[in-house]
């Protein structure tokens, strides 16, 4: 399985801007679907947006739909998630996942999982 590590999260201001990265390794990148999901305290991790192995095709959750953008650089084994227009109800831990399958990657049953990076946007 692919090892998947989470970095650029940080602190915001709300409308702010954040562009949160996961570098893969220990597998050929472009044989996964990507996807990023969200844990707020006290909810259930929910799936945010998801890219297909060439990047052509991308799916959003509807809560950030027009705010994020997810997108891949295979040649650097990395995804990333611009996240815009911020809110403080988009404060959460971000994951990466990766599998090869689409159906799991959406459904949060991937193979693999990132550690995790905090994001925090405050009023």
């Known amino acids: 399985q692919v090892q998947l590590v989470e970095s650029g999260g940080g602190l915001v201001q709300a409308g702010g801007s954040l562009r949160p990265s996961c570098a893969a390794s220990?597998?050929?990148?472009?044989?996964?679907?990507m996807g990023w999901f969200r844990q707020a305290p006290g909810k259930e991790r929910e799936f945010v947006a998801s890219?297909?192995?060439?990047?052509?095709?991308?799916s959003y959750a509807d809560s950030v739909k027009g705010r994020f953008a997810i997108s891949r650089d295979n040649a650097k084994n990395t995804v990333y998630l611009q996240m815009n227009s911020l809110k403080p109800e988009d404060t959460a831990v971000y994951y990466c996942a990766a599998d090869g399958s689409l159906a799991k990657v959406t459904t949060g049953k991937s193979g693999s999982w990132g550690q995790g990076s905090q994001v925090t946007v405050s009023s």
């Open positions: 890219i297909s192995r060439s990047g052509g095709k991308t």
């Open positions: 220990g597998g050929t990148f472009d044989r996964y679907v």
